[in-house]
Nanobody
Framework: VQLQASGGGLVQAGGSLRLSCAASGRTGGSIAMGWFRQAPGKEREFVGAINWSGDSTYYADSVKGRFTVSRDNARNTVYLQMNSLKPEETAVYYC?????????????????WGQGTLVTVSS
């Protein structure tokens, strides 16, 4: 499975961005997807995840109520809608996948990773 993340850019604090993660290659079967981010000098941290059917999501406490993960399986694409962005959320955002019916907030759970897309939130 190859993952291609896109949609990053520069946004002012309080603004919104929508990231996309397109999957290609072997995409048949149940695939759980996760979003993570990594700021300079910091460890990769969990943002949100979604199960194969899209009817269950899970978020880090820091983004609950502001970020939404969704998916369009017909397009093999997962989205991360980010609202009310904060400067401290400047990071490279990564999507990740695993052939599983369940998701996890641990980066070790996922087998496939996209290349990341940079989100810069200015104050």
């Amino acid at each position: 499975v190859q993952l291609q993340a896109s949609g990053g850019g520069l946004v002012q604090a309080g603004g919104s961005l929508r990231l996309s993660c397109a999957a290609s290659g072997r995409t048949g079967g149940s695939i759980a997807m996760g979003w993570f981010r990594q700021a300079p000098g910091k460890e990769r941290e969990f943002v949100g995840a979604i199960n194969w059917s899209g009817d269950s999501t899970y978020y880090a406490d820091s983004v609950k109520g502001r970020f939404t993960v969704s998916r369009d399986n017909a397009r093999n694409t997962v989205y991360l809608q980010m609202n009310s962005l904060k400067p401290e959320e400047t990071a490279v955002y990564y999507c990740a996948a695993r052939f599983s019916s369940v998701y996890s907030g641990s980066p070790d759970w996922y087998d496939y990773w996209g290349q990341g897309t940079l989100v810069t939130v200015s104050s």
